[in-house]
Each structure stands twice: as C-alpha cells, then as structure tokens.
C-alpha cells in the first residue's frame, strides 16, 4: 500500500501578492495565450516556475528565479512537516459542486509495486522536460491528482472537520472564476491517526500520470548519486488526494473531430454493431449545444455523430452482444472494450476511415471537451465529422486500473484543473 507523510511546503508570502494573481493551471492546459496572460498578471506568478518561457536554459533560469523569490521573502518554507486541505469551488452545467483533496506526499513507487495505479498511457516527450525541471530545481511545483476509495470515510471526514473548524489560511478566486481555500495543518500524531486508514487504500491517479512518473524517475536518479534515507523528500510525490465519493469528482467527456467525410456507404458499415437513429434538431444554431447535450445524456451508451451525412445528427446505439467491427485487442476486456473511447475508435473510426493507434498518435483526430468549439470546428471544415461521447465513469477509471488496463490517452478530463502556487513541494531536507 502507498507511504504518504506531511511534508514541508515552500509556499508564497504576502509580500509576492494576492493569491489570485499568483495560481496557475498545470503546465499540460496552459495555452500560449495563458501563459502570457497569466505572466502579465503578477511577476511571481506560478506560470513562471510551472511553464518558463526558452529553449534548454530554461530549467536553470527557473532553478535560478526560485532562488531569487527565496532570498527577497517571496516564498518560505514551513518550519515543520505540514497536511494541506485543498477544497475548489466551481459551477459546472449551471449547479455549484466543491472538491476536496488532502495534500500530502506520496511514496513515489514504479508501477508494478501496485499501491499507485495508473489509468491512462503517457509520452516520453512531457517527461523528459519534467525531469529536466526537477533535476534543475529539487523542487515539484504541481501536485499529481490522486483518488482514494476511502472505504472508511476517515479522508472525507477528516476534510469535513478541518475545513468546518477554521476559516482557510489562504482564498483565491482564478481567471476562469473557480474558488480555491487552503488550509495548512500542523501534522501531529492526531492529525495522522485520522488519516491512518488511507494507508489500507489502493491510489489512483486522475490526472498528472507524467508528473508521478518523473518523480519515480527523479528518486531513482538521485538515489543513483547518493544514499537516500527512507523518509527522504526526493522519494516522494507531491500528491492531492480525492476520495472517491467526493460529490465534486467529476469527469468531463473528451469529444472526437475527424476531418474526413464519411464513406457513403457509412450507414452500412455501423448498422451491425449500432442502432442509428436520425435526429432533426429543433432549436436555432445557440440552442444546438444544448440539444446535443440532452441527446447524449438520454442514455449513458449513446454517441451522437455530426457529419456522417453533411449537416445531419444520427444518434449511435450500442447493440448489447454484438462484436465491435474493428480489431479490439484479444487481451483486453470486455470492460475495457465497453468504455466510449474504446467503442468509438473500434466501432466507428476503423471501420469508417482505418484509423489506427499509431494514426490517433500521429494527430489524425482532435479532440475537445466543448460541444461548441466542436460544433465550430464543424462549421470550419465542411465534409468532416465529430462525435460526442458520455464521459468515462470514475468507476470504470478505478475498476479498469485494478485489472491493470489503462484507458487510452484522451479517454478522461478531471475537471477542474487542481491549482499551481498554492504549495510547493521541496525535494531537500
């Protein structure tokens, strides 16, 4: 089972200013557009350490700018090891949710020791540039997001009091106007106890599968250059961990954009795993969003298709019991089979177009998460097609991870992004 233990954060001073100025998303959502704008915002913005701007340099200058803010009281380490309460405040579909997680860090293990399980495959490129930035720095600037089943209740619990007890030690409000609070609690032999019963707990991570895979990568470079003790920062993984029931634990669907018309005997190709029904829309072009969103929600199986035909709406139903036309892998489950991504790539894209594994890695289908940018991308390339899915359950997430299959990439968004800034995690005693 995963080691977790306080640790102590190096966090931001009032002197370096407001909160709100100073949050950043991860590193993997920041557009170029963020990234300057967040830059604007403050001077010691997160943005700058997550996401620093240049070529190779780049890692020295951020070791470099960490130094600095050191030294002028811009950030400070806590005095004594440290358990974070982390809860977000967001409006999601016009209803309010907050999440919770508990920061603290986590034994950072490969992942055939099995207490930290993966549920989606990575690439090497974001991994190299994040240990890159760890070897130059010591320090993780983001958390990786992790679930916890918390069968007992105690995490949630333990969030619930702390967060009731006191108001929070720090609030910010972000450019995309979710609310963050933050708490800082002194872990005592206490503290630990009611927390003790995640040590019986497999975790899971949501998101940041690169970031945990860097800082197993990190502690074994270290450990190849020097004795590390057991209770050694560098052997863990700053880690926000979620339970599992959260009411704000919510999984956007990733949608798919194929610009390629559709061969005209389409129809005849799905008819044998599908059930297509053709779908007029009744609404004017600001209502169709919506209209699509009720036509997926109607039933957790449905996929709707836009472009099939030019400008028509089919909804694609599963038919139970019968084989997927495309090659599903003879090693994979049925559940594993069963997840939208995998029922669109193999049902639909192969038998449509041939897309393969090594095409979705090549880019030959976006994606997005917005039925609007999904409905302009549509009115922007005439003949393609795209195809709204259900989102990923985080049953499915935590099940397919227990039987050691992971989703493909662009199979879930965790939403919303945790927040950069509000604590970092030194790799140094």
């Not at 002028?72 to 579909?93: A, I, K, W």
């Not at 989102?391 to 039987?403: E, F, K, N």
């Amino acid at each position: 089972m995963p080691q977790f233990t306080p640790f102590q954060g190096l966090r931001y001073a009032a002197a370096a200013g407001p909160l709100s100025e100073l949050l950043a998303p991860p590193y993997d959502v920041i557009t170029p557009a963020q990234q300057r704008m967040l830059a604007a915002r403050n001077p010691h913005n997160a943005v700058r350490l997550e996401l620093a701007e240049g070529g190779e340099e780049r890692y020295a200058q951020v070791a470099g700018l960490v130094a600095d803010w050191t030294r002028s009281g811009m950030v400070r380490r806590d005095d004594t090891p440290m358990l974070y309460v982390y809860e977000q405040e967001f409006v999601e579909e016009g209803r309010v949710f907050h999440r919770r997680a508990l920061i603290a860090a986590v034994e950072a293990q490969p992942w055939d020791e099995g207490a930290v399980k993966p549920h989606e495959f990575t690439m090497s490129g974001p991994k190299e540039d994040r240990l890159k930035l760890l070897q130059a720095t010591g320090i993780q600037f983001s958390p990786v997001f992790m679930i916890a089943r918390d069968r007992a209740g105690q995490l949630a619990q333990f969030l619930e009091t702390t967060i009731v007890s006191r108001p929070p030690d720090a609030t910010a409000t972000t450019f995309d106007g979710d609310h963050h609070r933050f708490w800082a609690i002194e872990a005592s032999t206490y503290e630990m106890r009611q927390v003790a019963p995640l040590l019986g707990e497999s975790f899971y991570i949501a998101d940041g599968h690169h970031r945990y895979e860097t800082a197993v990568n990190y502690r074994n470079w270290r450990a190849g250059q020097e004795q590390l003790p057991r209770d050694h920062p560098a052997r863990f993984a700053m880690t926000a961990i979620v339970s599992a029931s959260d009411p704000g634990l919510l999984i956007r669907p990733i949608h798919r954009m194929v610009p390629h018309t559709a061969p005209a005997d389409w129809r005849e190709r799905l008819a044998g795993a599908f059930e297509i029904t053709h779908v007029k829309l009744i609404g004017g072009a600001g209502e169709r969003a919506a209209e699509l969103a009720a036509l997926l929600m109607a039933d957790p199986g449905n996929i709707v298709a836009i472009g099939l035909e030019p400008g028509q709406v089919h909804l694609l139903r599963r038919q139970q019991g019968v084989p997927l036309a495309g090659e599903v892998p003879r090693d994979r489950s049925e559940a594993w089979a069963a997840i939208a991504p995998n029922v669109l790539r193999y049902g639909v894209l192969e038998p449509l177009w041939a897309i393969s594994d090594e095409d979705l890695r090549a880019g030959v289908v976006e994606y997005s998460h917005d039925t609007n940018e999904v409905l302009g991308f549509l009115d922007a390339h005439p003949g393609s097609a795209a195809f709204l899915l259900n989102p990923v359950t985080i049953g499915s997430v935590m099940g397919l991870a227990d039987q050691g299959e992971r989703m493909p990439q662009k199979s879930t968004f965790f939403h919303p992004k945790l927040g950069t800034g509000l604590v970092f995690h030194p790799l140094n005693p």
